[in-house]
């Protein structure tokens, strides 16, 4: 599944939160150029169907897994789907979304804090759990989890940044889930994709220890 395959080479997503996306192309390829792959818009966004659209439709030149978050209905999960969308998060269990997801043979991310609904989201097709909010649970809760749960992809989300987030990964994480870190509102709104790929690239970099020369080139364009 290429949309796992690229979040797990690249070891980060970036969840765009934001009241204002002048153009979502310019921002694609603004995250792309720093390194991160895959992006995630979300239902918090006014008119948020019309910029998955415009991005989904020029997802092989921006070289982006493109998916919607915040997915809340099966309502919602069908017209992003519709969209162009290629993955769906929640916030948390949505057995509707997932039920649509999986219907349509689209990777869902379902949200959960605590193992039962670990486990319930699993059952429901869950192709990786998104873990929220990962800032308040810390680390030590994903190698907790791990242990009852060895062969669950687990995606950190909710106050990740540079300087917490290799953290995460050492703990077990398949990727985190960045936001406002790597684009803020202000930088989306006034169009100044040099700063946020310059961000990416702050943040992508933070992901490997210094010594590493584990190689960080990109994988095939999918």
């Not at 980060?12 to 720093?34: E, H, K, M, Q, W």
């Not at 429901?124 to 030590?140: D, E, M, Q």
């Amino acid at each position: 599944m290429i949309e796992i395959d690229v979040l797990r080479h690249d070891r980060a997503l970036t969840v765009v939160r934001a009241d204002n996306i002048p153009d979502a192309v310019d921002l694609c390829n603004a995250l792309s150029a720093g390194g991160i792959r895959t992006v995630e818009l979300t239902f918090t966004t006014p008119d948020v169907l019309h910029h998955v659209n415009r991005a989904a439709s020029a997802a092989e030149s921006t070289n982006v897994v493109l998916g919607v978050g915040t997915v809340m209905t099966g309502e919602q999960a069908r017209a992003a789907i519709d969209a162009g969308a290629r993955f769906l998060v929640t916030p948390g269990i949505r057995t509707e979304v997932a039920m649509v997801a999986t219907a349509n043979s689209i990777p869902v991310f379902l949200g959960a804090a605590t193992p039962t609904e670990v486990a319930i989201a699993v059952d429901l097709g869950s192709v990786a759990v998104k873990i929220f909010p990962a800032r308040a649970l810390g680390p030590a809760y994903l190698t907790d989890l791990r242990g009852p749960y060895p062969d669950i992809e687990l995606l950190p989300s909710g106050g990740i940044n540079a300087a917490n987030a290799r953290a995460f990964l050492a703990a077990g994480a398949l990727a985190v889930c960045a936001g406002t870190s790597i684009v803020p509102p202000a930088s989306i709104a006034a169009g100044n994709w040099s700063d946020i790929t310059d961000r990416a690239k702050q943040f992508v970099a933070a992901l490997t220890p210094a010594d590493s020369h584990v190689s960080r080139s990109l994988l095939e364009r999918p």
